[in-house]
């Protein structure tokens, strides 16, 4: 069965360091997602993307985040300055379709740890 | 200052018995819901989905109800094996797509 995959499974980053997280979405699919979820807590959702831009943002999706679709089947998630806070698991997620339409498949996530 | 991790509710069930896992959700608006089982060290996983014109679906060996009246959601798991234990997340799709996820609970299955 086709499955998002993501890498590296575990990062370990010094504050204030650049982190880039690494995701193959499911082939035919449209739409990319980046979530996190720091331990002990819910999901969140950091942001949505399709057609080469993207569709929405939460609030924990600042101005150091940034995502990009470098090619046909890498979808990256860039940390440009980490702080602590951003220790999580990142997990990316992909969808046939948006919305109600299609269930989002996940990955098994990156363990980011900021030192 | 410190943050304080979620207690999840724990529901432990006898290895082939039924089990129930329900979940609140909070936005009448909602318009699509998902329950998704994790595994330790693993990925949110897809079990089943259901649409707000439904109020239930089945699957294999499972089956989800939804009461929009009261906001209400749940997962039937039949005849529950080991294989089963994980923590279990509901998730609404309230617009767009942002999924929103529940706290979740752990299921524990004993031999």
């Known amino acids: 069965e086709p499955e998002v995959t993501q890498t590296p499974s575990h990062q370990v980053t010094q504050m204030g360091q650049e982190v880039i997280l690494r995701c193959v979405p499911i082939s035919n699919h449209l739409y990319f997602y980046w979530y996190r979820q720091i331990l002990g807590q819910k999901v969140e959702f950091l942001v949505s993307f399709y057609n080469n831009e993207i569709s929405e943002k939460s609030e924990i999706f600042d101005d150091q985040f940034s995502v990009e679709r470098p090619d046909g089947s890498n979808f990256t998630l860039k940390i440009r300055s980490t702080k602590l806070e951003d220790s999580a698991m990142y997990f990316c997620a992909s969808s046939l379709a948006g919305g109600s339409n299609q269930p989002q498949h996940f990955g098994d996530g990156t363990r980011l740890s900021i030192l | 200052g410190e943050s304080v991790g979620l207690h999840l509710p724990t529901l432990s069930v006898q290895e082939g018995d039924n089990s129930i896992i329900n979940c609140a959700y909070s936005?009448?608006?909602?318009?699509?819901f998902i329950w998704y089982k994790q595994e330790s060290g693993k990925g949110p996983q897809f079990i089943i989905d259901i649409r707000s014109n439904m109020d239930k679906r089945q699957g294999q060996r499972v089956t989800v109800l939804l009461n929009k009246t009261v906001k209400h959601l749940s997962l039937q798991i039949a005849a529950t094996q080991p294989g089963d234990s994980a923590v279990y997340f509901c998730?609404?799709?309230?617009?767009?797509?942002?999924?929103?996820f529940g706290a979740g609970t752990i299921l524990r299955v004993k031999s």
């Open positions: 998730a609404e799709n309230m617009y767009g797509n942002k999924l929103v």
């Open positions: 936005n009448s608006a909602s318009d699509y």
